[in-house]
């Protein structure tokens, strides 16, 4: 999840521990942090990574953490805690929201378009 400030990236964070995530479950990165992420990423990617979503969606994150964004990665593997999750990203002002499932990469923000790619 991506949010424009802190205060609401740590407002997620409380409803994610209020919903009994641990702490250990939820990473935070800040914008500086997810540049550097997503620069060592892009430094690393194989050809095979332009092909699908994901090298789009790497770049869309660091236009966000351009912009200032802080971003909040939730480990939710069971189907219940990824819609916890989509729920928390739509009631905390999320401007992106993605959940990485075994097959395919799913904007759960609420604020995408009808053509985004999924």
Known sequence: MAFRSAIDQQAAVNAL???KFSDSALVRYSPEEMKA????????ASAF???GYELDLIKKHR???EDGCSFLIVHAPEDAQA?????????TKAVAAQHYGRFM???ISGLASGNTPV
């Open 63 to 65: 236009a966000l953490a």
């Open 37 to 44: 992420q997503v620069d060592a990423e892009l430094e690393n």
């Open 105 to 107: 990469i799913e904007e």
């Open 17 to 19: 521990l209020d919903q």
């Open 83 to 91: 819609e916890s999750v989509a729920s928390v990203a739509r009631a």
């Open 49 to 51: 990574a332009a092909f």
